[in-house]
């Protein structure tokens, strides 16, 4: 079992940053799928970034395309989301999933984190 515990949210002016950041409980993390997704009032969740385990390969939602950065610290079992030039729109719940295969946007994570909310002021 692999748990996921996310931290970094906050209320954030439109043009701002935030990084979030997501720990693992277990080591075996680094050989794992990562992702996040967010899910606004609302609407459905959505796919945000995800990165492979082992090439580092990432892919993004063409909205956060270019001001999105997802990373991974594998000695540190965490995986993070840079997110500059913040809009109203990216305002959300925030969450860290992972899985032995790829995460993306047309897959479902076996694992999830609790969410981190993330607001944008305009």
């Known amino acids: 079992q692999v748990q996921l515990v996310e931290s970094g949210g906050g209320l954030v002016q439109a043009g701002g940053s935030l990084r979030l950041s997501c720990a693992a409980s277990?080591?075996?993390?680094?050989?794992?799928?990562k992702g996040w997704f967010r899910q606004a009032p609302g609407k459905e969740r959505e796919f945000v970034a995800g990165?492979?385990?082992?090439?580092?390969?990432?892919t993004y939602t063409d909205s956060v395309k270019g001001r999105f950065t997802i990373s991974r610290d594998n000695g540190k079992n965490t995986v993070y989301l840079q997110m500059n030039n913040l809009k109203p729109e990216d305002a959300g719940v925030y969450y860290c999933a992972a899985d032995t295969n790829r995460v993306a946007a047309d897959t479902t994570p076996q694992y999830w984190g609790q969410g981190t909310q993330v607001i944008v002021s305009s």
């Open positions: 990165i492979s385990w082992n090439s580092g390969s990432s």
């Open positions: 277990r080591f075996i993390f680094r050989s794992y799928g």
